[in-house]
C-alpha cells in the first residue's frame, strides 16, 4: 500500500503526500481483503520515504548512519575497557615471570601483548560463569514450565511435545551463547547492534515516536548523542588556536538550535495559540448567541480570522458550515407552516444567505488545499439539505457527485454507501438506492474482525427495512429464515 501511495504521481515521489493525506489515501490503496484501518505503515523508513518523498530517503540515510556510528562508539569504548584490563594483566604476568634483577628479556615480556590477549580470549571463548549459567536455567524452567502449564492440552501429543522440547533446547543453547564471552568479534557484534536497531525501527510501535512533534527532537537528540564521537583527550588538543576552533564547532550546533527554536515560536507556536485564542473566543460568543444575534455573528467572524492564522485547521471550516446549516434548517423548519404573508422578507432572505455562506466556507477551504474526505462528506451533505430547502435538483445531483467521489477515495466505508443510498432513495431512484444499501451491508459484513467497526444493528434494521430484503448473514454465520 505504501508503495502505490509513494508513486502514484511525480510529486508524490519527490515530496511525499505529507502524514496526514497517507492516512487517507491508505483506504484505496490497501489490500481490499485487509479491514484494518492504520494511520502509518509501522515504518519509520517507508514512512519517510512515502510521507517525505526524497527527504525521507535523506532522514532514513542518516538515521542509519548515526545507528552505525553510535555501535561503533559502542564497541570501541567496551574495547577500550577490554584493552586496559589485557594490558594490566600483560604487564603482571610479565613483572611475575621475570625476577627483579634478571636482566634477560624473558620469554613472557618477548611476547607481544595483543599475542597474550588473544590466547585469553580464545581460552576463555563460549564460556559460561556459574552465576550466568543458574540464571539462565531459572529463566528457562520459569517461562517454559509456565507456557507447558497453560498450554498443557495442546502440548499432549507427541508431536507438539517434541516441538516445544526442542524449543527449550534451543532456547537454552542460544542463550548460553550469548552470554559467554569473546564469542563474536567485535566488528560483528557492532554490525548485530545497527541490525538490531534498525528491526525495531522497521516493524514496532517505536515508530510512531519519530511522528510526534512532542517526543520526535527528543528520539532524535538519543540517537545523535549515541552516535557522537569520543572528546579528544586534552594532552593531544594541538595548538591553542585549533582548540578554539573546536570550541567555535561546538558552539555552533548550540547556535542553530537556538535560532531554529526562535524561528519555530515565531512562524508556528505563536499563530497556533493565537488560533486557539480565536476558537476559544469564538466559542464564548456562540454560548452568547442566545441573548443576542450579533453574538452569533460575532462567533462566524472569528472563526474565519481563525482559518487564516496559524496551521491549516479544517474545524475552522467546519464548524462555520455546520452553524450556518443549522441556522438555515431550523428557520426553515420553524417557518414551514407560517403563511408567506405573515414573515417578513429579511427572514426569509436570511435561509438563502445563511446556506450561501455555508457554501462560501468550502469554496474558501478547497482554495487554500483543504481537501480531507470528512470536509467533503460535509459538503456533501450540505448540498442534499440546500436541494431540499431550496428545492433545487441542481444541488441535489451536486451532492450526489460528491458521494460518487468519496466511493471511489473511500472504497471501504459503508458509511459513505448509507449516505448516497438514503439520498437516491429521497429522490425516487429506488434501484439505485437499494444496489447502495447492499453494497454497504457487504463492506460492514467485511469487518467482523473489527465488531465495534460494523454497521450498528438499529442502523442495519432500518436498512433491511426499507429495502424489504431479508437479513443478510455476517460471515460465518448460518442462519435461515
Given at each position: 500500500a505504501s ?6 504521481s ?7 503526500v505529507g502524514?496526514?493525506q497517507?492516512n ?5 490503496a ?11 505503515a509501522?515504518n ?6 512515502s510521507?517525505?518523498g526524497?527527504g525521507?530517503?535523506a532522514?532514513?540515510?542518516l538515521l542509519?548512519?548515526w ?10 569504548r567496551?574495547?577500550?575497557t577490554a584493552?586496559?584490563?589485557?594490558s594490566?594483566?600483560g604487564?603482571?604476568d610479565a ?6 634483577h634478571?636482566h634477560?628479556?624473558s620469554?613472557?615480556a ?7 590477549t588473544n590466547?585469553?580470549q580464545?581460552s576463555?571463548a563460549?564460556t559460561v560463569?556459574?552465576g ?8 528457562l524452567i520459569?517461562?517454559?514450565?509456565t507456557?507447558l502449564w497453560i498450554r498443557a492440552?495442546?502440548?499432549?501429543t507427541p508431536?507438539?511435545?517434541?516441538i516445544w522440547?526442542?524449543?527449550?533446547m ?5 542463550t548460553?551463547?550469548?552470554?559467554s564471552?569473546h ?11 545497527v ?11 517505536i515508530?510512531?515516536?519519530f511522528f510526534?512533534?512532542s517526543?520526535a527532537?527528543l ?5 545523535a548523542a549515541?552516535a557522537?564521537?569520543h572528546?579528544?583527550?586534552?594532552n593531544?588538543?594541538?595548538p ?12 555552533l ?9 526562535i524561528a519555530f515560536i515565531?512562524?508556528t ?5 493565537r488560533?486557539q485564542e480565536?476558537?476559544?473566543d469564538?466559542?464564548t ?5 442566545r441573548?443576542s444575534w ?7 467572524a472569528?472563526?474565519?480570522?481563525a482559518?487564516t492564522v496559524?496551521?491549516?485547521n479544517q474545524?475552522?471550516y467546519a464548524w462555520?458550515a455546520?452553524l450556518s ?6 428557520l426553515h423548519?420553524q417557518?414551514?407552516?407560517?403563511p408567506?404573508?405573515?414573515?417578513r422578507?429579511?427572514?426569509l432572505?436570511?435561509i438563502?444567505?445563511q ?7 468550502h469554496?474558501r ?10 470536509l467533503?462528506a ?6 442534499a ?5 431550496l428545492q433545487s ?8 457527485s460528491?458521494?460518487?467521489?468519496l ?10 454507501r448509507v449516505?448516497m443510498a438514503?439520498?437516491?432513495?429521497q429522490?425516487g431512484r429506488?434501484e439505485?438506492a437499494?444496489?447502495?444499501?447492499h453494497?454497504?451491508?457487504?463492506l ?7 465488531p465495534?467497526?460494523m454497521?450498528p444493528?438499529?442502523?442495519?434494521r432500518?436498512i433491511e ?7 443478510v448473514?455476517?460471515?460465518?454465520n448460518?442462519?435461515?429464515?
Open positions: 508503495a502505490r501511495i509513494a508513486t502514484q511525480p510529486q508524490s515521489m519527490m515530496i511525499g502524514p496526514t497517507w487517507e489515501d491508505y483506504h484505496w490497501k489490500n481490499p481483503l485487509n479491514p484494518e484501518e492504520v494511520r502509518s509501522h519509520v523508513f517507508v514512512d519517510f520515504i510521507m517525505l526524497v525521507g530517503w532522514w532514513s540515510l542509519v548512519a545507528l552505525s556510528q553510535g555501535s561503533r562508539q559502542a564497541m570501541m567496551l574495547g577500550e584493552g586496559v584490563s589485557s594490566e594483566a604487564r603482571d613483572t611475575e615471570a621475570a625476577p627483579p634478571d634477560r628479556p620469554a613472557a618477548a611476547a607481544p601483548a595483543s599475542d597474550k590466547k585469553a580464545s576463555t563460549l560463569e556459574p550466568d549459567l543458574a540464571f539462565i536455567i531459572a529463566m520459569a517461562l517454559f514450565g507456557d492440552m495442546s502440548t499432549g508431536e507438539r511435545f517434541l522440547s526442542m524449543g527449550m534451543g532456547a537454552f543453547f542460544v548460553s551463547v550469548l552470554v564471552r564469542w563474536l568479534p567485535r566488528s560483528v557484534t557492532g554490525l548485530a547492534l541490525a538490531g536497531a534498525a528491526t525495531i525501527l522497521v516493524h514496532a510501535q515508530e510512531m515516536t510526534q512533534a517526543s527532537p528520539a532524535w537528540i538519543i540517537v549515541a557522537a564521537k572528546t579528544e583527550d586534552e593531544t588538543a594541538g591553542e588556536d585549533g582548540s578554539q576552533r573546536r570550541w567555535a564547532w561546538r558552539l550546533p548550540g547556535a542553530a538550535m537556538v535560532v531554529a527554536g515565531a512562524t507556536a505563536a499563530p497556533l495559540a488560533q480565536l476558537l476559544a469564538a466559542e460568543a456562540l454560548r452568547r448567541s441573548q450579533n453574538h452569533f455573528n460575532e462567533a462566524l472569528l472563526l474565519q480570522a482559518e496559524g496551521p491549516h474545524d475552522c462555520q455546520r446549516l443549522e441556522v438555515a434548517a431550523t423548519a417557518l414551514g407552516d407560517v408567506p404573508a405573515q414573515i422578507p429579511e427572514t432572505q436570511e438563502p444567505r446556506l450561501a455562506l455555508a457554501l462560501a466556507v469554496d477551504a478547497a482554495q487554500r488545499g483543504i481537501d480531507s474526505p470528512a467533503r460535509q459538503l456533501a451533505f450540505l448540498l439539505q440546500t436541494g431540499r430547502i435538483d441542481f444541488h441535489y445531483e451536486q451532492a450526489l460528491i458521494m460518487h467521489e466511493s471511489g477515495r473511500r472504497p471501504y466505508a459503508w458509511q459513505d449516505q438514503d439520498l437516491l432513495w429522490r429506488k439505485e437499494t444496489e447502495a444499501y453494497a454497504a451491508i457487504g460492514s459484513d467485511a469487518l467482523y474482525l473489527e465495534t467497526r454497521m444493528a438499529l442502523e442495519r432500518r427495512t426499507r429495502i424489504a430484503a431479508k437479513p448473514a455476517p460471515p460465518g448460518d442462519l435461515t429464515p
